[in-house]
């Protein structure tokens, strides 16, 4: 991939602004609970990390031990709340306690807290609204959906959403103080709620009840979820899949009233469409899913003008594997990364494609793996960091144009979550093992001068 003048000169610019971030400072000191010495409950144990070469890291701290799982979401001044699930020592089997560790920008890492205990969840969201609220969601196999937020830095009580739900997803407005959580009831129809701050959440509203049963099975997590977005102007809009003579997705919008569904794509094929809403920068709708292809799957997408949804259109074909897609909004488009297996299905891949409101560009492999994160650097440009072949490593994306992969940490991680602090800040929490870790990061100079 060649490199434009435009293109360096943007890149130059970048280079100098992260020269004056060289080292960062949340958790250097300032009292509270950071600082190197304390115990692992307190602030977490400070070591060095394995470095190769690639953005600094600094300040790594151990954050939890015997961790199965790894959740993390941050609000709009970039406080950061960590989420982890250990099992029940000596308990009934997969019940689990939920835990959860503060980053506050001033006194750094708080103790943990114990938020959920003695629990047999099997499906979890976690998400940051606009008025910073921490929402948490959970299915309990044989009860129901379950919500506990932390409205105005208090956690409220748990709160049953219906008995017998399954799947939760949920969507904050990214310019609205809307939050919504969606749901597959165990009548095989879909209900949701909405935060009503002091109050809670409100009781359940049914979307729809098709003559098509609506999946998932209770307690699939994997294929037919429904989905939630929230645009703009706070008009929520759902998607799902149906199962029947077809398979078909479906959208509906819902203000104050629900908008009649429409079918945005039906095969005869069998398939676990799975799919997702994203939003461009320009708060076009952008539906993302699978579609059974023969022995392969292809990535398919599918764009809202505002009025309808455009024909679909194939972005990836012959994956052989259930995916993973995250995506990041930037001023100048949409990012997506999408991981699959390839082939006999024992070859990962990671991809990416940038959407700029108008055009794609073609998918790009990032790496081979199946375990990565996204974070922003700026408004313009993001950051991936992934894990091959036991090593950690990186590569910057600015629109269609990619650096070469760059080394970070000399071992194996999973569950990769980056943070974006500030414009020349970022923090990467993960997991290696049971042990949850996070780390500050800087970007040396090199990584801007390699793009491909």
């Given at each position: 991939m060649g490199k434009s003048t435009d293109r360096k000169r943007m890149m130059d610019t970048i280079t100098t602004t992260f020269l004056l971030a060289l080292c960062l400072c949340v958790g250097c000191g300032g009292g509270g609970n950071s600082g190197a010495g304390e115990t692992m409950d307190n602030a977490g144990a400070f070591e060095e990390p394995t470095l190769v070469t690639g953005p600094i890291l600094s300040n790594v701290v151990v954050l939890a031990e015997n961790a199965a799982q790894l959740y993390v979401t941050e609000n709009e001044a970039h406080d950061t709340s960590v989420f982890w699930a250990e099992p029940v020592m000596g308990g009934v089997v997969a019940e689990i306690d939920l835990y959860t560790r503060q980053l506050d920008r001033v006194s750094g890492w708080q103790d943990k807290e114990k938020l959920i205990e003695n629990s047999r969840y099997s499906t979890f969201a976690v998400k940051t609204d606009m008025a910073n609220n921490v929402h948490l969601f959970w299915q309990t196999p044989g009860e129901g959906v379950y919500?506990?937020?932390?409205?105005?830095?208090?956690?409220?009580?748990?709160?049953?959403?219906?008995?017998?739900?399954?799947?939760?997803?949920?969507?904050?407005?990214?310019?609205?103080?809307?939050t919504a959580v969606v749901w597959c009831q165990s009548s095989r129809s879909l209900s949701f709620s909405e935060f009503l701050g002091a109050q809670g959440w409100s009781e359940p509203t049914r979307i729809s009840k098709e003559e098509d049963a609506i999946g998932p099975t209770l307690g699939d997590t994997y294929g037919n979820a429904p989905v939630v977005a929230i645009d703009g102007n706070g008009v929520l809009t759902f998607a799902w899949s149906t199962t029947g003579a077809n398979i078909k997705i479906v959208t509906t919008q819902y203000d104050e009233t629900f908008s009649d569904p429409v079918t945005v794509y039906e095969t005869g094929s069998f398939s676990t469409p799975d799919p997702e809403i994203f939003y461009s920068n320009d708060d076009k709708k952008l539906l993302v899913w699978n579609q059974l292809n023969g022995?392969?799957?292809?990535?398919?997408?599918?764009?809202?003008?505002?009025?309808?949804?455009?024909?679909?259109?194939?972005?990836?074909?012959?994956?052989?594997?259930?995916?993973?897609?995250?995506?990041?909004?930037?001023?100048?488009?949409?990012?997506?990364?999408?991981?699959?297996?390839?082939?006999?299905?024992?070859?990962?891949?990671?991809?990416?494609?940038?959407?700029?409101?108008?055009?794609?560009?073609?998918?790009?492999?990032?790496?081979?793996?199946?375990?990565?994160?996204?974070?922003?650097?700026?408004?313009?440009?993001?950051?991936?960091?992934?894990?091959?072949?036991?090593?950690?490593?990186?590569?910057?994306?600015?629109?269609?144009?990619m650096t070469e992969p760059i080394d970070i940490l000399d071992s194996r991680v999973e569950d990769i979550n980056l943070v974006k602090l500030s414009d020349q800040e970022g923090m990467v929490v993960w997991r290696e093992l049971l042990t949850v870790k996070a780390a500050q990061f800087s970007i040396p100079d090199d990584l801007f001068n390699r793009l491909e």
């Amino acid at each position: 991939m060649g490199k434009s003048t435009d293109r360096k000169r943007m890149m130059d610019t970048i280079t100098t602004t992260f020269l004056l971030a060289l080292c960062l400072c949340v958790g250097c000191g300032g009292g509270g609970n950071s600082g190197a010495g304390e115990t692992m409950d307190n602030a977490g144990a400070f070591e060095e990390p394995t470095l190769v070469t690639g953005p600094i890291l600094s300040n790594v701290v151990v954050l939890a031990e015997n961790a199965a799982q790894l959740y993390v979401t941050e609000n709009e001044a970039h406080d950061t709340s960590v989420f982890w699930a250990e099992p029940v020592m000596g308990g009934v089997v997969a019940e689990i306690d939920l835990y959860t560790r503060q980053l506050d920008r001033v006194s750094g890492w708080q103790d943990k807290e114990k938020l959920i205990e003695n629990s047999r969840y099997s499906t979890f969201a976690v998400k940051t609204d606009m008025a910073n609220n921490v929402h948490l969601f959970w299915q309990t196999p044989g009860e129901g959906v379950y919500a506990k937020s932390r409205y105005n830095q208090f956690w409220q009580d748990t709160q049953l959403l219906e008995e017998g739900g399954a799947c939760p997803d949920i969507a904050t407005g990214q310019q609205s103080y809307r939050t919504a959580v969606v749901w597959c009831q165990s009548s095989r129809s879909l209900s949701f709620s909405e935060f009503l701050g002091a109050q809670g959440w409100s009781e359940p509203t049914r979307i729809s009840k098709e003559e098509d049963a609506i999946g998932p099975t209770l307690g699939d997590t994997y294929g037919n979820a429904p989905v939630v977005a929230i645009d703009g102007n706070g008009v929520l809009t759902f998607a799902w899949s149906t199962t029947g003579a077809n398979i078909k997705i479906v959208t509906t919008q819902y203000d104050e009233t629900f908008s009649d569904p429409v079918t945005v794509y039906e095969t005869g094929s069998f398939s676990t469409p799975d799919p997702e809403i994203f939003y461009s920068n320009d708060d076009k709708k952008l539906l993302v899913w699978n579609q059974l292809n023969g022995h392969s799957i292809d990535l398919m997408t599918s764009v809202h003008d505002g009025v309808n949804w455009r024909a679909s259109e194939t972005r990836l074909n012959s994956a052989s594997s259930f995916h993973s897609i995250k995506a990041n909004v930037n001023n100048n488009g949409t990012t997506f990364l999408y991981a699959s297996t390839t082939g006999t299905g024992l070859t990962a891949e990671l991809f990416y494609a940038f959407y700029n409101g108008v055009s794609w560009t073609e998918m790009s492999t990032i790496g081979e793996t199946m375990n990565y994160g996204i974070g922003k650097i700026d408004e313009e440009t993001n950051i991936v960091f992934y894990e091959e072949k036991n090593t950690t490593k990186a590569r910057v994306i600015h629109s269609g144009s990619m650096t070469e992969p760059i080394d970070i940490l000399d071992s194996r991680v999973e569950d990769i979550n980056l943070v974006k602090l500030s414009d020349q800040e970022g923090m990467v929490v993960w997991r290696e093992l049971l042990t949850v870790k996070a780390a500050q990061f800087s970007i040396p100079d090199d990584l801007f001068n390699r793009l491909e």
